[in-house]
């Protein structure tokens, strides 16, 4: 799909469809009224009427009756809803986007044009930046709804929007918009990148598979890559991913990806993403109901490799290092037993109570190695716990860390992006949850505060750095369609980690 911002009128676009907003009872306005009048106004009359309401997601299509008489080039207007209109912000924008992109491309239209949602008259207005902001919701939006996984269809549905032009209201600047239409592409695109890794079944993206993924990211951007073997892990003595990788005999890999920004004394932010291409549970096997769900458990690593393709194009001026610890977690013969004790790459051991609490061991040697190599800021992100399902359902990922001001960061990051996180509290009474009797720590902290004490555990393991850990286990996988994220992966975290990234160095509202 080809996204491209005009200053033509509306009325002169040789498009299938025009795309209107509209908000909750309030009558049309700017651009809008114009094309109605040539409608001879049977948009306004619906408002009128009460048929037409403005309701988030709401969408209506109306044909033009005599086009060629009335000089209007669009052969439909389709209104979308926006809600009402002093609520109108830059997530109400992405959702009317993705709610009207489906319904075209449903209806087989391959070209439209847009009054840029949230700009043109509605009456709202996303903020800061507005209109620069809107355009890149817009943009997010079109592209997030439209996002299929295909790749295992024999038959793959070939219905697609082909060109979508965003109209600009006046006043708006021609250039300062297609930065943000390029931007809202980098973000959108790498969500997407995040979404397919996710999605591919365990045996189609092993950890070696998931390697590869990164390399092809780092050869297309310029991102420097390293991927290391058993061997290597065995020489510097991680212990606890190679803990973990022993129940399979799929191999595990170490994935580091790195984007320098060539400033002098850049500080480093390191971004460790949670790669269990696939979680059976390993001897403490997991129920078969939903185990085919558990593909998903690379949704933290594929966010990492994602984030680093987005942060690759966009060049913050902080230098970034992606780590993604890449296992299978099975319960081969040679697997992991409840009761053995690891050794991790720091120094300290783990007794192993639970092989299902594996997410916290390849963590721990991933952190390891993040701190050894100078970072400032370590931000982790895994698909950790069961409880975080439980604590916030599919409404908001966990953040847990050591630092208020790097967990208030990735807050407002999220926020940026339209990604939720809720903060839970790390008192150190919680650390008492997982003294070992025989080890330094043992892998669970009971039933009580799971998120809090896997996090808490995964924390032990960032030495001196500002920490902050993100439990997306609610909120990586949806079972039912949303407006700009369709049911199945949803690529969470990566926009986030991306607007980190910018953020830490210093770049305001983009
Ligand atoms: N990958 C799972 C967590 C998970 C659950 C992800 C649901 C996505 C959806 C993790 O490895 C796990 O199994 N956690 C256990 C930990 C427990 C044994 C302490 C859990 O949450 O049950
Ligand atoms: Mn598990
Ligand atoms: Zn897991």
């Not at 408002?47 to 033009?64: C, P, Q, R, S, W």
């Not at 024999?154 to 929007?161: I, Q």
């Not at 509290?425 to 004490?453: C, F, L, M, W």
Request: hydrophobic fraction near 40%.
């Amino acid at each position: 799909m080809k996204i491209a911002v005009s200053r033509e009128p509306a009325q002169r676009m040789p498009v299938q469809a025009l795309v209107i907003g509209i908000c909750k009872d309030k009558p049309l306005s700017g651009p809008a009224t114009e094309i109605d009048g040539l409608m001879g106004g049977v948009i306004g009359r619906s408002l009128a009427d009460g048929e037409l309401k403005g309701e988030k997601g709401e969408t209506a299509i109306f044909h033009v009756a005599n086009p060629d008489s009335v000089q209007l080039a669009p052969r439909r207007v389709v209104t979308v809803g926006l809600g009402e209109a002093d609520k109108v912000d830059a997530e109400a924008i992405r959702s009317a986007a993705g709610s009207v992109a489906k319904l075209l491309r449903d209806k087989g239209i391959k070209r439209a044009a847009v009054l840029t949602l949230g700009v043109s008259g509605e009456g709202g207005s996303p903020g800061k930046n507005a209109s620069e902001t809107a355009v890149l919701c817009n943009v997010e939006g079109f592209i997030l709804s439209l996002h299929r996984y295909q790749e295992f269809k024999s038959k793959k549905d070939e219905k697609d929007l082909e060109r979508v032009d965003l109209i600009l209201p006046t006043g708006v600047d021609e250039a300062k918009a297609q930065q943000a239409v390029d931007r809202a592409c980098v973000m959108a695109e790498a969500t997407v990148l995040a979404r397919d890794l996710a999605y591919t079944p365990g045996s189609a993206m092993t950890p070696r598979r998931l390697a590869e993924a990164a390399e092809r990211v780092a050869r297309e951007t310029g991102l420097e890559v390293e991927i290391h073997d058993e061997s290597w892990m065995e020489s510097e003595g991680m212990g606890a991913l190679l803990g973990v990788a022993r129940g399979s005999s799929e191999p595990p890999r170490f994935i580091v990806l790195r984007y320098r920004s060539g400033r002098q004394g850049a500080p480093l932010l390191a971004i460790v993403g949670k790669g269990l291409t696939f979680d059976a549970g390993g001897i403490c096997l997991k129920p078969a109901e939903g185990m085919d769900e558990m593909k998903m458990d690379k949704s933290g690593g594929a966010a990492v490799i994602a984030a680093m393709q987005g942060i690759a194009r966009l060049k913050p001026t902080i230098d970034v290092l992606g780590v993604i610890p890449a296992t299978e977690n099975l319960p081969g013969g040679r697997a992991l037993k409840p009761g053995d004790v690891l050794k991790t790459l720091s120094g300290k051991t783990i007794e192993v109570i639970n092989t299902d609490a594996e997410g916290r061991l390849i963590l721990a040697d991933a952190l390891t190695y993040a701190s050894r190599a100078g970072a400032n800021w370590i931000v982790d992100i895994a698909t950790l716990t069961g409880a975080v399902v439980i604590a916030l359902g599919n409404q908001a990922a966990a953040i847990i860390g050591n630092d208020q001001e790097l967990i208030d960061e990735v807050v407002a990051s999220g926020a940026d992006v339209g990604e939720r996180y809720w903060q839970l509290p790390a008192y150190e009474e919680y650390k008492e949850q997982y003294k070992s009797h025989i080890a330094d720590i043992k892998n669970v902290g009971g039933r009580q505060a799971g998120t809090i004490t896997g996090a808490l555990i995964v924390g032990e393991f960032a030495g001196a750095c500002k920490w902050a850990h993100l439990d997306i286990a609610g909120v990586a996988w949806h079972q039912k369609d949303l407006p700009y994220i369709p049911k199945g992966a949803s690529g969470f975290g990566t926009r986030t980690l991306i607007r980190l990234a910018e953020r830490l160095g210093g770049a305001g509202q983009g």
